[in-house]
């Protein structure tokens, strides 16, 4: 059993950055596909960026690309979202989420590849 748990959420302007961290528990990450996801009020979970990390491979949604950086920790079994240049469409609840395998790239994004996610931590990005 995955147990994942955010943090790093909160209130940030536009224009700023948030680092969001996805704690694992009962597995480490060395053999897992990580994602974030994301979900606005009203609107559908959405695909931010995913790590494979036996490869090294990591993908980005393009809304976020080049502002958002995907990492971790393998020490702390710990994943991280560096968010730069923040953007109030970026606000919403991020979600990580984990399966115990690379997921092939055509099923990166989708999100019933991953059968673990944590509780998620909210972003309010402020105009």
């Known amino acids: 059993q995955v147990q994942l748990v955010e943090s790093g959420g909160g209130l940030v302007q536009a224009g700023g950055s948030l680092r969001l961290s996805c704690a694992a528990s009962?597995?480490?990450?060395?053999?897992?596909?990580v994602g974030w996801f994301r979900q606005a009020p009203g609107k559908e979970r959405e695909f931010v960026s995913a790590g494979i990390w036996s490869g090294g491979s990591t993908y980005y949604a393009d809304s976020v690309k080049g502002r958002f950086t995907i990492s971790r920790d393998s020490a702390k079994n710990t994943v991280y979202l560096q968010m730069n240049n923040l953007k109030p469409e970026d606000t919403a609840v991020y979600y990580c989420?984990?399966?115990?395998?690379?997921?092939?790239?055509?099923?990166?994004?989708?999100?019933?590849?991953?059968?673990?996610w944590g509780q998620g931590t909210q972003v309010t990005v402020s105009s």
């Open positions: 989420a984990a399966a115990i395998l690379s997921i092939a790239q055509t099923f990166i994004a989708i999100k019933n590849s991953y059968p673990y």
């Open positions: 009962g597995r480490t990450f060395s053999r897992y596909t």
